[in-house]
């Protein structure tokens, strides 16, 4: 596909639906567990039988409270429900409870950092609404089948400002998403199960233009790596058909991951095509000091300040304390084995190096570690005063893998202690030397590569439990 991005600019904006993670629904009291067979969570109010009525669940607005909170937001004291009226056979009521005039959130900032550059994207607004149900096409030769089970399902919809100008930020901004909701405990995060799903708005125009283009909207994209392939795919459309002279018309596609293409799903609708209005079945939501307040007092230590404290405290460096707070999880492991051992850069380079390798290459999440953060800590103070080399600690770290034991008990078990007996370890390298004339020539003839492959030698013959630093020293002594 041609089109080149030289002469355009790219302006992205996101729409991303959190579940929240309450236990029942947002105006029923019906379940939603993921999984469970069709139409099973789908109660009277869920379907919209005649004569039921909806009922706020205190549980969803909290969590949309706890956001607010997070991102520095107004939280809008007197907030009210619309309905969103359009057909479609998932929507049993012909309309969806959603809010638009009067949203809970409004505004605050989420901080990402691209290419080493931190940049501050805004949000325009977060709501709360129900989820529609779900057409099911796959399981029916010549029909379509309805579950009802998610409808109802509380999200909160969060709205970015068109601030980010490139596939790369707008996964960087969906990421820091999905880490602050999920560490803020009110959503699990979960994309296969549709509770974190991205709709990307994505339009072009010339550099120095400040009107913005037509823009078309990517719907439902359940991973980042789909997010970052259908944004530049249809950058790259839109670019090209402009460039042949079409006009972009606005519209809402869908990203095919089989293809990677985006296809054109139905015309876009503008705000007033849903022909929105007031709830009158539901009155305004108020949030008092009182009960804001309460909700602030359950936030846990955030994100950015974390990552701040953790540079202070052990010494990381920004990139570190950053990859650190990926998840909670990973913040309160790396803590726990760096307060073991008391050596922050060190356990860090541990978690981020040897642990996160092993855990990728097993596929398994950092609370699923068979190493504990404790047994990682006892592992870098043995590092630290000189019983392990960054060699040995490996296999006593394999070790720990395979639930071998303790550090110690490992070191013990398997004769890893490095050799720190300077005796010992001088009559190896004397014995390399006599052993090796040749390389000794070459390094007094200016060789440099000769000493490395005599310290080579010494970790051999020592089984690599010689002290390298040592080796190093007593090599030059030696052979000046």
Same mark, same amino acid.
């Given at each position: 596909m041609?089109?080149?991005h030289?002469?355009w600019?790219?302006?992205i904006g996101?729409?991303?639906?959190?579940q929240?993670?309450?236990?029942s629904?947002i105006?029923?009291?019906?379940?939603?567990?993921?999984?469970?067979?069709?139409?099973?969570?789908?109660?009277?109010?869920d379907?919209a039988?005649?004569?039921?009525?909806?009922?706020?669940?205190?549980?969803a607005?909290?969590?949309?409270i706890?956001?607010?909170?997070?991102?520095?937001a107004?939280?809008?004291?007197?907030n009210?429900?619309d309905r969103?009226?359009y057909f479609?056979?998932?929507?049993?009521?012909g309309?969806?409870?959603?809010q638009?005039?009067?949203?809970?959130?409004?505004g605050g900032?989420?901080?990402?950092v691209v290419?080493?550059e931190?940049?501050?994207?805004?949000?325009?607004?977060?709501?709360?609404e129900?989820?529609?149900?779900k057409?099911l096409?796959?399981?029916?030769?010549g029909?379509?089948?309805?579950?009802?089970n998610?409808a109802?399902?509380p999200?909160?919809?969060?709205?970015?400002?068109?601030e980010m100008r490139s596939?790369?930020e707008?996964?960087?901004y969906?990421?820091?998403l999905?880490?602050l %909701?999920?560490?803020?405990?009110?959503?699990?995060?979960?994309?296969?199960?549709?509770? /974190?799903?991205? *709709?990307?708005? #994505? =339009?072009?125009?010339?550099?120095?233009q400040k009107?913005f283009?037509?823009r078309?909207e990517?719907?439902?994209?359940?991973?980042f790596?789909?997010?970052?392939?259908a944004?530049?795919?249809?950058?790259?459309?839109?670019?090209?058909?402009?460039?042949?002279?079409?006009k972009i018309?606005?519209?809402t596609?869908?990203?095919?991951p089989?293809?990677?293409?985006?296809?054109?799903m139905r015309?876009?609708e503008?705000?007033?095509d849903?022909r929105?209005?007031?709830?009158p079945?539901?009155?305004?939501?108020?949030?008092?000091e009182?009960?804001?307040?309460a %909700?602030?007092?359950?936030?846990?230590?955030?994100?950015a300040?974390?990552?701040?404290? /953790?540079?202070? *405290?052990?010494g #990381? =460096?920004?990139?570190?304390?950053?990859?650190?707070?990926?998840?909670?999880?990973?913040?309160?492991?790396?803590?726990a084995?760096?307060?073991?051992?008391?050596?922050?850069k060190?356990?860090?380079?541990?978690v981020m190096?040897?642990?996160?390798?092993?855990?990728n290459?097993?596929?398994?999440?950092i609370?699923q570690s068979?190493?504990s953060?404790?047994?990682?800590?006892?592992?870098v103070?043995?590092?630290?005063?000189g019983?392990?080399?960054?060699?040995?600690?490996?296999?006593?770290?394999e070790?720990l893998?395979e639930?071998?034991g303790?550090?110690?008990a490992i070191?013990?078990?398997r004769?890893l202690?490095?050799?720190s007996?300077?005796?010992?370890?001088?009559k190896?390298?004397d014995?390399?030397?006599a052993a090796?004339?040749?390389?000794v020539e070459?390094f007094?003839?200016?060789k440099?590569?000769?000493?490395?492959?005599?310290v080579?030698?010494?970790?051999?013959a020592?089984?690599?439990?010689?002290?390298?630093a040592?080796?190093?020293d007593?090599?030059?002594a030696?052979?000046?």
């Amino acid at each position: 596909m041609k089109g080149s991005h030289d002469n355009w600019e790219v302006v992205i904006g996101l729409e991303i639906h959190t579940q929240l993670a309450t236990k029942s629904k947002i105006f029923s009291g019906s379940s939603t567990a993921f999984g469970a067979a069709p139409n099973t969570q789908a109660s009277a109010v869920d379907i919209a039988l005649p004569g039921v009525l909806p009922v706020l669940n205190r549980g969803a607005v909290e969590c949309a409270i706890k956001f607010g909170l997070a991102i520095g937001a107004t939280l809008n004291r007197v907030n009210v429900f619309d309905r969103k009226n359009y057909f479609y056979p998932d929507l049993p009521k012909g309309y969806q409870i959603s809010q638009l005039a009067k949203p809970i959130v409004e505004g605050g900032a989420l901080t990402i950092v691209v290419d080493g550059e931190e940049r501050t994207i805004h949000l325009t607004r977060a709501h709360m609404e129900e989820d529609a149900g779900k057409s099911l096409h796959e399981d029916f030769h010549g029909m379509t089948g309805i579950d009802l089970n998610r409808a109802g399902t509380p999200l909160l919809e969060i709205v970015s400002e068109p601030e980010m100008r490139s596939s790369a930020e707008a996964v960087a901004y969906a990421r820091a998403l999905h880490t602050l %909701v999920t560490w803020i405990g009110i959503c699990d995060g979960n994309m296969q199960e549709g509770s /974190f799903r991205v *709709d990307a708005n #994505v =339009s072009v125009r010339p550099v120095g233009q400040k009107e913005f283009g037509t823009r078309r909207e990517i719907k439902n994209l359940n991973s980042f790596r789909f997010l970052q392939q259908a944004i530049d795919y249809e950058v790259r459309w839109q670019i090209e058909r402009i460039e042949d002279g079409h006009k972009i018309h606005q519209a809402t596609v869908l990203f095919d991951p089989d293809t990677g293409e985006t296809r054109m799903m139905r015309s876009k609708e503008e705000a007033h095509d849903y022909r929105y209005f007031p709830d009158p079945d539901l009155l305004p939501v108020k949030l008092t000091e009182d009960w804001i307040e309460a %909700v602030r007092a359950e936030l846990p230590e955030l994100p950015a300040a974390m990552q701040a404290r /953790f540079q202070n *405290d052990y010494g #990381v =460096s920004a990139y570190d304390a950053a990859v650190l707070t990926g998840s909670r999880a990973l913040a309160d492991y790396f803590e726990a084995a760096a307060k073991a051992c008391g050596q922050g850069k060190l356990a860090a380079n541990w978690v981020m190096g040897e642990l996160s390798a092993a855990l990728n290459k097993a596929e398994l999440d950092i609370a699923q570690s068979p190493v504990s953060a404790a047994q990682l800590g006892a592992l870098v103070s043995r590092i630290q005063d000189g019983t392990l080399s960054g060699k040995l600690a490996k296999q006593v770290f394999e070790g720990l893998w395979e639930g071998a034991g303790e550090v110690d008990a490992i070191i013990e078990a398997r004769g890893l202690k490095q050799m720190s007996d300077s005796g010992e370890l001088e009559k190896i390298v004397d014995d390399v030397l006599a052993a090796n004339q040749k390389s000794v020539e070459e390094f007094r003839a200016g060789k440099g590569k000769a000493f490395n492959a005599l310290v080579g030698q010494v970790m051999k013959a020592s089984k690599g439990k010689a002290n390298p630093a040592q080796v190093n020293d007593l090599l030059k002594a030696k052979l000046q």
